[in-house]
């Protein structure tokens, strides 16, 4: 494994009695977590936010394998009291709850396992998203977003650079963290987009997860909505963290 990066992360209530960690996903930042963090930092949380390797002002790097990016998360630290992962943050904080346990973790449409017919629409699609990297695009391509939403997606696209993206697939081609399920010793909840809106975590792989992972593992596919919950469904990434809580 590579040696593990130091990477540049946003924070939200140092003097929270609560830890949070919330990772972002391929081509964008942690200040697009701005919405989870402020309402996770009102209600008493400390909320960490790093921008992952070759991403955001963090260093750019060769190796971008997701042991290694978990690698580059588990220098921040640990006793994390919940971890939130979106997409490829999804899949490095699958990686992380099977290393240490934490209590909660959330995965928002998580990649853990990116199917071959899948590789090649995801990868034209976050190229054509770099290409596109105007607010304007981006708002008329997701009418469901808040404005801050569409800028702080919009500045995270400009730090990213084409190669990046080729290099994050190629290094985890195959790509599966589906190893990771039997090791997870915390309350884990799977939050899926509608297979119908481009979901990135399938129904099969819930099914298999769950029943790899016993009764501590819950999950909820939420209709009519994107990759992108946290963004068009903010709502519903609240519930779902209270729920963990409980």
Do not use: F, Y
């Amino acid at each position: 494994m590579s040696t593990p990066l130091r990477l540049q992360s946003h924070l939200w209530n140092p003097a929270g009695d609560r830890r949070a960690l919330l990772l972002h996903g391929l081509s964008s930042d942690g200040g697009t977590w701005w919405r989870v963090a402020s309402d996770l930092a009102e209600d008493g949380w400390m909320v960490v936010a790093p921008d992952l390797r070759s991403h955001g002002r963090s260093p750019t790097a060769v190796d971008h394998r997701i042991v290694t990016l978990a690698a580059d998360v588990a220098v921040l630290g640990d006793g994390w009291d919940l971890v939130v992962g979106h997409s490829l943050g999804g899949s490095i904080a699958a990686v992380l709850a099977g290393q240490a346990h934490v209590p909660a973790t959330l995965l928002i449409d998580p990649v853990l396992h990116l199917r071959d017919e899948d590789r090649a629409p995801l990868r034209a699609g976050i190229l054509d998203e770099l290409a596109h990297a105007d607010p304007a695009t981006i708002r008329a391509a997701n009418p469901r977003w808040s404005e801050r939403d569409v800028q702080r997606k919009a500045l995270a696209l400009r730090l990213v650079t084409p190669d990046v993206v080729d290099a994050v697939l190629a290094d985890n081609d195959p790509w599966d963290v589906r190893w990771t399920t039997a090791r997870w010793a915390g309350r884990v909840h799977l939050l899926a987009a509608d297979p119908d809106e481009g979901a990135l975590l399938h129904p099969a792989t819930i099914d298999e997860v769950v029943r790899t992972a016993g009764d501590r593992v819950t999950a909820t596919v939420v209709d009519g909505a994107g990759h992108s919950l946290h963004r068009e469904r903010p709502d519903v990434i609240r519930e779902a963290i209270a729920t963990l809580r409980r």
